[in-house]
Each structure stands twice: as C-alpha cells, then as structure tokens.
Nanobody
Framework: QVQLVESGGGLVQAGGSLRLSCAATGSIFSINAMGWYRQAPGKQRELVAA???????NYADSVKGRFTISRDNAKNTVYLQMNSLKPEDTAVYYC?????????????????WGPGTQVTVSS
C-alpha cells in the first residue's frame, strides 16, 4: 500500500522560510513526477511546483525565485524549500506523486496524494 507522508509545515512570519518534505512509502518501483499543490480557504487547489524523475521542474509564477523543489529518487522523497514567504502563501500544501508504478501491479500508473500540511505565514 502506497502512502505519502508529509512533514515540515507550520507557522512562520512573513519573510521567513520553511522546508516541506514528502516521502512515498510502499512497494514502489518508480515515480514519474512528484510535486506540491496548495489550497487556500475558498480557493481551488493549485500547482506550486513539480519535478520529474529526470529533474525537470515546473513552478507557479507566484513562487518563482522564492521556492525550490528537489527530489531524492532513491528515497522516493520530494522537498520544497520555501523562502521569502508571504501571507498569501498561507494554505494547506499537498504532496502529489504522479505516474507511480508499484512492484505489485507494474502495469498500472496511478496518482497519489498526501493528507496535506498547513503552512501559515503571518504578516
């Protein structure tokens, strides 16, 4: 059974930094892309950043230059370093693993979500 375990959320003042981590556990053979999404109250879930197994990255315009996504393929773990945080970054951040192939069912490519971690930036 695959699970995404997130950590690193919390409360920080504007201008501060946080680092989110997400580890995918289970009988995993490979993961195509891993990423972070966020959802603020009353808003739709949006992509923050994503990274492929080859290291290609994609960022939302609102976080470019402030956030950095990285990945450890051997550990099936993705990180999000968030610097120069702003109050508008406040949201629940969700980890996503896309194109995940398990050892048990190698013919399937599925997407998984973590439970979410709260990030609150005070002004």
């Amino acid at each position: 059974q695959v699970q995404l375990v997130e950590s690193g959320g919390g409360l920080v003042q504007a201008g501060g930094s946080l680092r989110l981590s997400c580890a995918a556990t289970g009988s995993i053979f490979s993961i195509n892309a891993m990423g972070w999404y966020r959802q603020a109250p009353g808003k739709q879930r949006e992509l923050v950043a994503a990274i492929t197994s080859g290291g290609s990255t994609n960022y939302a315009d609102s976080v470019k230059g402030r956030f950095t996504i990285s990945r450890d393929n051997a550990k099936n773990t993705v990180y999000l370093q968030m610097n120069s945080l702003k109050p508008e970054d406040t949201a629940v951040y969700y980890c996503n693993a896309d194109g995940l192939v398990t050892i048990t069912f190698p013919h399937l490519k599925l997407a998984y979500w973590g439970p979410g971690t709260q990030v609150t930036v005070s002004s």
